[in-house]
Nanobody
């Protein structure tokens, strides 16, 4: 059974930075594709970034246009912790951020592509 746990959310002013972490456990083969999503109140869950963890020499990362150049995803060498560095934050980045895995294809941008989810971590950006 795959389990995910996010951490690192918080409140920052516009232009600030946060680093989110997703601790993963369970079958690494079921976690071959991992992703970050976010959901703001009253909006649909949106794919932010996706990563294929087995790509060599380094995992290949994909980003949504809305965060390209501002968010950076990385994976630790043990492939158990996925990070999302959030820079140049904007008020519109305010949302609950979720880590997900279990997709059979990568990149994957739709929530229904993923089978396992964390509980989420809140990011609030004030102007």
């Amino acid at each position: 059974q795959v389990q995910l746990a996010e951490s690192g959310g918080g409140s920052v002013q516009a232009g600030g930075s946060l680093r989110l972490a997703c601790a993963a456990s369970g079958s690494i083969y079921q976690r071959k594709c991992m992703g970050w999503f976010r959901q703001a109140p009253g909006k649909e869950r949106e794919g932010v970034a996706s990563i294929y963890i087995f790509n060599t020499p380094s995992p290949y990362t994909y980003y949504a246009p809305s965060v390209q150049g501002r968010f950076t995803m990385s994976l630790d060498s043990a492939k158990t912790t996925l990070y999302l560095q959030l820079d140049s934050l904007k008020p519109e980045d305010t949302a609950m951020y979720y880590c997900a895995t279990g997709s059979q294809q990568c990149p994957a941008w739709q929530p229904h592509d993923y089978h396992y989810w964390g509980q989420g971590t809140q990011v609030t950006v004030s102007s």
